[in-house]
């Protein structure tokens, strides 16, 4: 006699990982302390607490999750947060996961947005935000050379970074049209077969000894909320574009247009759509617009807010928040002008990274779709390609407006061109900026001591000058 055939449980449904929703709290609590250094180093410390430390998931699906979060536009680190807490908890995982990851930064940019404009002027707070600027240069020298490093695998990669930073830096072109043409170059060239688009590029996660999904508490087996369900993806992608583009509509039909923070919500709404390629290169963008389109703040303050995001944890791309404060504060009418500026930094956060929770749960259900398909891969090569000319444009533009004190527009090709005054040169600045371009590049230092350097000296420089 046979005996019964048990049933495989382990294939018939996805088992109980076994990761207490309160745990998880605790965990990404802690990621969100630790999140310094841009997303590399941000994405190096979620791969080593929860793959490495914690055995949560293995190395393939963090990696599967981080090819995906990289075809999105917004900062990978952050949505590869929400990813992994939608796997392993649902939606409440995802949500408080990705919220997590931001507040911390959130809220030391919000208390040093209030120095920086009540005691801006004061010596001590001058100088250390004369040293920041110094220091963030070298930084975003050495962000070009990574991005390039990864990217420009060929010369055709390389003719695409060019064309990207001529176009911006000579012909003023929108970051959003540099995005489009570039990613219609990457995917029609893999389409046509050219070897140059076959392949692509991705961050390194870690080193020392892989850990299988097999071995983890998630599992091989994909969990069943995780499997494409059409009926919740609607659901829930509705209801997060309400909260994102709700208050974006009653601020246009209450205040108008024209209204600061009308423009505001518009503004960095459409800059969640076309942020791809990390937030060095979404700065060019916002430094185009809200520098020289909508006159928010100086070139100057922008490598302030820059220097703010580089040293607090959490995402780059929270200098947006800086940006949105000090626009409200100058613009808005009708409210005390901190008032203004602290909704000001609530709208610019919450239109920036609403779209985050959307883009993953709209999508991560359907990801496995996206595996393996090459054209799709080639844009996004293509775009990050290109995205290391825009990045080397923002190094240039920022080194003018800090090591020159004397810039005039010069006309060019229907436009200006921004022209420095060599006889205005800032000889402090440019040793300041020496010092740490060599502190990265030759000597390996981090950010944060390079940062917390440059800072200190500047501030002495203005005590005793």
Known sequence: ????????????????HGISFRDAVRVWARIAALSFGGPAGQIAVMHRILVDEKKWIGEERFL???????????PE???????????????RGGLVAGALFVLPGFLAI????????????????????????AAVLAIVLQ?????????????????????????????????????????????????AGLAAFQGSGGHGSGNGAVVHDRDTALGEELPEHARPNLSWSLRISSVLLLLWLGPVAALLLLLGPDDTFTRIAIFFSQMAVVTFGGAYAVLAYVAQEAVGTYHWLRPGEMLDGLGMAETTPGPLIMVTQFVGFLAAFRQATGLPPLVAATFGALLTTWVTFVPCFLWIFAGAPFVERLRGNRALSAALAAITAAVVGVILNLAVWFAIHTLFGTVRPLPFAGGTLDVPVLASINWPA???AAGAIVAVFRFRAGVLPVLGTCAALGAVYVLIG
Request: glycine letters at 10%.
């Open 64 to 74: 599967h999750a981080l090819n995906y979060c990289m075809l999105l536009p917004g």
């Open 77 to 91: 680190a952050q949505q590869l947060a929400i990813y992994i807490g939608w796997l392993l908890h649902k939606t």
């Open 430 to 432: 440019l040793l300041l």
């Open 143 to 191: 962000a070009v050379v990574r991005v390039g490093g990864r990217a420009l695998r060929n010369n055709v990669m390389r003719g695409l970074a060019a064309a990207a930073f001529l176009a911006i830096f000579l012909l003023g072109a929108p970051f959003p049209l540099i995005v489009l043409a570039s990613a219609l170059v990457g995917f029609f060239g893999s389409r």
């Open 1 to 16: 006699m046979n005996a019964p055939t048990v049933p495989d449980e382990s294939r018939a449904r996805p088992r109980d």
């Open 110 to 133: 919000l208390g040093l947005s209030y120095i920086y404009v009540l005691l801006g002027q004061v010596p001590l707070v001058t100088g250390l935000f004369f040293g920041l600027k």
